[in-house]
């Protein structure tokens, strides 16, 4: 027999098709930061940390620490993996310097 392309039609006989099979990544799992309420930490401390590392406007960081002193607890943001270990370390590194005992957690969301 002739080879493919040289005037003689290819009946697919002997041929080897791959089908490619769509692979669906998932949305890396998202983790919630947490601060939590304590009797120590003053509430001007809570607000310029919700301010300088979670990007709080005034009202908006006021209302998350009113949460957390009312609920004992509130989430500050909802991030990847890494990014919410980050913040986390910010957060408790900042109160250690400040002598405060605030705590931040990261669960997932």
């Known amino acids: 027999p002739a080879p493919p392309g040289k005037g003689v039609p290819d009946d697919g006989q002997g041929s080897v098709v791959a089908e490619r099979k769509s692979q ?21 401390f809570v607000v310029m940390v919700l301010q300088e590392f979670f990007k709080r406007d005034l009202e908006t960081a006021t209302q998350i620490m009113l949460k957390i ?6 989430v500050c943001g909802v991030y990847s ?4 270990a980050t913040k986390v370390e910010l957060v408790l590194a900042a109160a250690r310097r400040g002598g405060h005992p605030l705590q931040c957690i990261m669960e997932a969301a």
């Open 81 to 84: 993996k890494d990014v919410a």
């Open 69 to 74: 002193h009312h609920e004992g607890r509130g």
């Open 24 to 44: 669906r990544t998932q949305p890396p799992r998202m983790y919630q930061v947490v601060m939590l309420n304590d009797d120590y930490t003053p509430m001007e």
